[in-house]
């Protein structure tokens, strides 16, 4: 039985038939490589014929064996020339059907491949040459008898020159064909693999192996569709096809880049901004104009797998048969800050011929690591109110209200994919209480989950249990707390249907400055804005930001806003005074690099887009530069009489039972503390109560307040205590 099919005759006068399909035009080929694989050995005979006998040979592979399977009789003298020429003729002939396949819109997968590395016709033909153990095991056989070793199976890279070369001195200009930097090896199309056990280890004993990919590309049936290589699954994804429902305002950038891609086919572009999805899906619309697929490459995983170099040949080789554009995601995450300039400069080494283009996503406006050299620096800004609505509205449908989207889209800066996400979550939540109907609560615990930075180990996430009616402040302090909270609502409206964006050239954000004593009611106001705009609170952890080494404080503070940076948080400083005091006179280097520290914390201050609050027991303590700059300062003034009775309402008027002889008026003028001390007292106090079964007594209120005063280190004086002196002096 042959290794391939009789050949169906073609009448002379007609035109060449095209070929029918990949296998049809493979089984051509491998014709071909038969008769040249019998000129080969035909050729191998007669030499060893010459030689002395050998008992062996043969008895593995016989002779009758080797002709069967290549289906022709050994030619007498002169037969050797006469099959060259038949060679030609059939070579001749494949090239004739396979302009007729492709006039007829017929892709074969060998001519593709043949088009996106412009391999020569001898480079095209070693592809066939280590493809032919992939199609039929039989020249296994073929080859080791051809290599003189039943050992050796597979095309070793002598064999092939002898094959293709019309010579010896055509096979040693050929040699360069299988050099590493070489086409045929640059791309990882074939592996020239040293034989175990080879005695002479040169290249022209290395065998030949075609990549099981390629291979498997090349026996796919014509219009099948385009794959990764499945090694690469770990690493990269083949986006889904086509550029989706594309919004009106998309129209024009995605019409740009897809002008700059096509004026300049093999474009590095950067992408930044930390909005992902729509900065993948922008690299995806622009390559839908110009008819390419995208693949999504994982820098994280990139940087992680044991040969990225190896996995960035492969990539760029299935771009070009897809063909594709790469868009490497995670560009300048600098967990690995080695691994990332190792990746960079591989991604840059593997770029420099790849003809298509190639996508840069990080989270920085500029790329921080080097890489490729870059023709175009896109900065991708936050999704527009509007855009920001018509996701929700996408993604939430009907179990979100008119009234809903507006609040959704003016507090949350998510991307497409979190709003997704976090309405698929919400369904959940409201799944998970029975199946009720999904509320306003459960989208916006949905969003804030969603945008949630990773700061546990700087910052400590606060519950925000307050609101408008637990805060005993005056009226004109309450009302620049509701002012805070209005400029982020109404951001949308003023900076970008009013215009005004252009004006806040340094960020968008909100930074305030509350200021008075401790206990009088900072904390508990960032609290109730949070409440009000759902948003999370994070009290950042001063001691673990402040490093007496040069450089670290601002290092950590920087990784701090970055992390924040669009994750719709309120940021609140405690103490604030700490990292944002006042700037000195400079006297030597700590000086210095003290000033810078101030400075650089401007700086990101003004940068941040989100809420920014600062805490301070004394204004005086804070640099003026701070001062200029804050959009709001908020004094918390100590408490008076009438403020100081509402405190102790709030805190003692709940399901607590009260005895008669409980006294408001007597606590809030006799003890003149602030709202945290109240609000300690009134804890303490019900604890009191609770360990001796009853209600809470006035007896209680005054222990209570005697250990509130001997913690701030203040006497228990008849004066303050008046009749109840004895009771808490007891």
């Keep these: 039985m042959t290794l391939i099919s009789e050949p169906v005759p073609e009448v002379a006068t007609s035109a060449p038939l095209p070929f029918a399909s990949a296998l049809d035009q493979l089984e051509a080929e491998l014709r071909l490589l038969a008769l040249r694989l019998r000129i080969e050995i035909d050729r191998g005979r007669r030499r060893r014929a010459l030689g002395p006998s050998d008992e062996y040979r043969g008895l593995y592979v016989s002779d009758e064996e080797v002709d069967d399977l290549l289906g022709t009789a050994p030619d007498g003298s002169g037969g050797l020339e006469a099959q060259r020429v038949a060679v030609e003729a059939g070579r001749r002939r494949l090239d004739a059907r396979a302009a007729a396949s492709a006039e007829a819109g017929i892709e074969l997968p060998l001519d593709r491949l043949t088009?996106?590395?412009?391999?020569?016709?001898?480079?095209?033909?070693?592809?066939?040459?280590?493809?032919?153990?992939?199609?039929?095991?039989?020249?296994?056989?073929?080859?080791?008898?051809?290599?003189?070793?039943?050992?050796?199976?597979?095309?070793?890279?002598?064999?092939t020159l002898d094959l293709l070369a019309g010579g010896r001195r055509e096979a040693t200009a050929l040699r360069r064909?299988?050099?590493?930097?070489?086409?045929?090896?640059?791309?990882?199309?074939?592996?020239?693999?040293?034989e175990p056990g080879s005695a002479a280890p040169s290249l022209l004993s290395h065998?030949?192996?075609?990549?099981?990919?390629?291979?498997?590309?090349?026996?796919?049936?014509?219009?099948?569709?385009?794959?990764?290589?499945?090694?690469?699954?770990?690493?990269?994804?083949?986006?889904?096809?086509?550029?989706?429902?594309?919004a009106p305002e998309d129209l024009v950038e995605r019409d740009r880049l897809a002008a700059v891609l096509r004026r300049q086919g093999d474009a590095r572009v950067y992408l930044g901004g930390r909005w992902t999805a729509e900065k993948r899906?922008?690299?995806?619309?622009?390559?839908?104009?110009?008819?390419?697929?995208?693949?999504?490459?994982?820098?994280?995983?990139?940087?992680?797998?044991?040969?990225?170099?190896?996995?960035?040949?492969?990539?760029?080789?299935d771009a070009r048969l897809l063909p594709a554009a790469l868009y490497l995601d995670g560009w300048d995450d600098e967990g690995d800050r080695a691994g990332s300039e190792r990746l960079g400069r591989a991604v840059a080494r593997a770029l420099v011929e790849h003809p298509l283009p190639v996508f840069l996503a990080g989270r920085s406006a500029r790329p921080a690591l080097d890489g490729p050299e870059l023709q175009l620096l896109v900065d991708t800004g936050a999704p527009t109110y509007e855009e920001r609505?018509?996701?929700?509205?996408?993604?939430?449908?009907?179990?979100?209200?008119?009234?809903?989207?507006?609040?959704?889209?003016?507090?949350?800066?998510?991307?497409?994919?979190?709003?997704?996400?976090?309405?698929?979550?919400?369904?959940?939540?409201?799944e998970w209480r029975g199946g009720e109907p999904v509320t306003r609560d459960d989208l916006q615990a949905a969003a804030r989950l969603q945008s949630q930075p990773r700061l546990s180990d700087v910052a400590q996430r606060i519950e925000a249990r307050y609101r408008w009616d637990d805060i005993v402040l005056p009226e004109e302090r309450v009302a620049q707390l509701r002012e805070i909270a209005l400029q982020v609502r109404y951001q949308h409206v003023v900076y970008e249907q009013w215009g005004f964006a252009p004006k806040a050239s340094l960020g968008r954000g909100v930074s305030a400055l509350f200021v008075g004593e401790s206990g009088t009611g900072k904390t508990m106001a960032a609290e109730v804005i949070a409440a009000e705009l759902g948003l999370d609170l994070y009290k950042i952890d001063l001691s673990g930001l402040v490093s007496k080494y040069i450089g670290e404080t601002e290092k950590n503070l920087s990784r701090v806003f970055?992390?924040?940076?669009?994750?719709?948080?309120?940021?609140?400083?405690?103490?604030?005074?700490?990292?944002?005091?006042?700037?000195?006179?400079?006297?030597?280097?700590?000086?210095?690099?003290?000033?810078?520290?101030?400075?650089?914390?401007?700086?990101?201050?003004?940068?941040?887009?989100?809420?920014?609050v600062l805490a301070s027991n004394l204004r005086a303590n804070l640099d003026e530069a701070f001062l200029r700059r804050l959009k709001a300062i908020i004094d918390f003034p100590f408490p008076e009489e009438a403020d100081r009775r509402r405190i102790w309402e709030l805190n003692l008027r709940s399901r607590a039972p009260l005895a008669d002889d409980v006294d408001l008026e007597f606590a809030a003028r006799q003890f003149r503390l602030a709202g945290g001390n109240i609000r300690n007292i009134a804890l303490l106090g019900a604890f009191l109560a609770a360990s001796e079964g009853g209600p809470i007594a006035m007896r209680h209120v005054v222990r209570a307040a005697r250990r509130e005063f001997q913690k701030l280190g203040r006497l228990v004086t008849q004066a303050d205590f008046a009749h109840w002196y004895a009771e808490a002096a007891r």
């Design 115 to 159: 088009a996106a590395f412009g391999l020569n016709a001898l480079e095209r033909q070693a592809i066939v040459v280590a493809l032919a153990p992939h199609l039929d095991q039989g020249y296994a056989k073929v080859f080791a008898y051809a290599n003189d070793d039943v050992t050796r199976k597979r095309p070793t890279v002598g064999l």
């Design 177 to 194: 064909m299988f050099e590493a930097d070489a086409p045929l090896l640059r791309h990882a199309l074939l592996e020239v693999v040293e």
């Design 207 to 246: 065998a030949l192996q075609l990549d099981a990919h390629l291979a498997a590309l090349l026996l796919a049936e014509v219009g099948a569709p385009p794959r990764l290589d499945p090694r690469l699954s770990a690493v990269a994804t083949l986006e889904a096809d086509g550029e989706g429902e594309v």
């Design 281 to 317: 899906a922008r690299a995806r619309m622009a390559c839908a104009v110009l008819d390419l697929r995208l693949v999504t490459i994982d820098c994280g995983a990139l940087r992680a797998a044991g040969d990225p170099e190896r996995q960035l040949q492969r990539l760029c080789r």
């Design 389 to 430: 609505r018509r996701r929700w509205r996408d993604a939430a449908g009907s179990d979100a209200s008119p009234g809903d989207l507006d609040h959704l889209a003016a507090t949350f800066r998510l991307g497409a994919g979190e709003v997704r996400s976090a309405a698929r979550m919400a369904r959940s939540l409201a």
């Design 562 to 612: 970055d992390e924040a940076s669009g994750a719709n948080a309120i940021l609140f400083f405690d103490e604030a005074d700490a990292v944002f005091g006042k700037r000195t006179e400079v006297r030597d280097s700590h000086d210095r690099y003290a000033n810078i520290e101030v400075s650089y914390l401007l700086q990101k201050i003004e940068e941040y887009d989100g809420i920014v």
